[in-house]
């Protein structure tokens, strides 16, 4: 079955630190990976995704993200964290399946950034 | 454009009413999707659609139903409230493609009482 894993509830950095929030993902196939991030009281905001191609992607804001294949991972980092990073951020692949041929997307559970002034 | 919309932004029901939370995108996308988000579950697929006249099941369909007789548009309905439905409901819309990320609409909190 695909999964998505974000092992760690919360992470918390000091201000101009470099920051990482970690995923693991398990799928059949080719992975399609996504990260969002939400502020409080607010729907999902797209952040960045990897498709095919490097391994290093960047998106908004500033951050980026490193596919390790052989790890299964897709790692979210921004070399300098600001206070209006603080946010919950989630890590998501898009699974093949679906009676209707469709792509469904599974979505960890979260991680709390909290960046600490 | 407006992107993705849901009203209402909040509803108080007693167990055992129904309603129906409402979901708009003007982006013409394929691929419409309903969310329910509750503390360190992250975010749990309840139906899903990919055009007009199609709907699929998720992770956590029990208690809800959907149709989509347009593409623009896509209802959620609870047919009698339970608490255990109380929590942040997310619709979203993509292109049909498994490359395409998701736009969210900004939530409806439901709380059942």
């Known amino acids: 079955a695909q999964s998505v894993a974000q092992p760690e509830d919360q992470v918390n950095v000091a201000e101009g630190n470099p920051l990482t929030v970690k995923c693991t993902y398990s799928?059949?196939?080719?992975?399609?990976l996504f990260w969002y991030v939400q502020y409080p009281n607010r729907g999902l905001q797209f952040l960045l995704k990897?498709?095919?191609?490097?391994?290093l992607v960047k998106g908004s804001y500033g951050f980026e993200a490193e596919f390790n294949k052989s790890q299964t991972s897709f790692h979210l980092k921004k070399p300098s964290a600001l206070v209006s990073d603080s946010a919950l951020y989630f890590c998501?692949?898009?699974?093949?399946?679906?009676?209707?041929?469709?792509?469904?997307?599974?979505f960890g559970t979260g991680t709390r950034l909290k960046v600490l002034a | 454009n407006a992107g993705v919309t849901q009203t209402p932004k909040f509803q108080v029901l007693k167990t055992g009413q129904s309603m129906t939370l409402q979901c708009a995108q003007d982006m013409n996308h394929e691929y419409m999707s309903w969310y329910r988000q509750d503390p360190g579950m992250g975010l749990r697929l309840i139906h899903y659609?990919?055009?007009?006249?199609?709907?699929d099941q998720g992770e956590v369909p029990n208690g809800y139903n959907v149709s989509r007789s347009t593409t623009e548009d896509f209802p959620l309905r609870l047919l009698s409230a339970a608490p255990s439905q109380t929590s942040v409901y997310f619709c979203?819309?993509?292109?049909?493609?498994?490359?395409?990320?998701?736009?969210f609409g900004p939530g409806t909190r439901l709380t059942v009482t």
């Open positions: 799928v059949s196939g080719n992975p399609y």
């Open positions: 659609s990919v055009g007009a006249g199609i709907t």
């Open positions: 998501a692949v898009r699974d093949a399946g679906g009676t209707s041929g469709t792509y469904k997307y599974i």
């Open positions: 979203a819309s993509s292109p049909a493609g498994q490359s395409y990320e998701q736009y």
């Open positions: 990897y498709i095919t191609g490097d391994n």
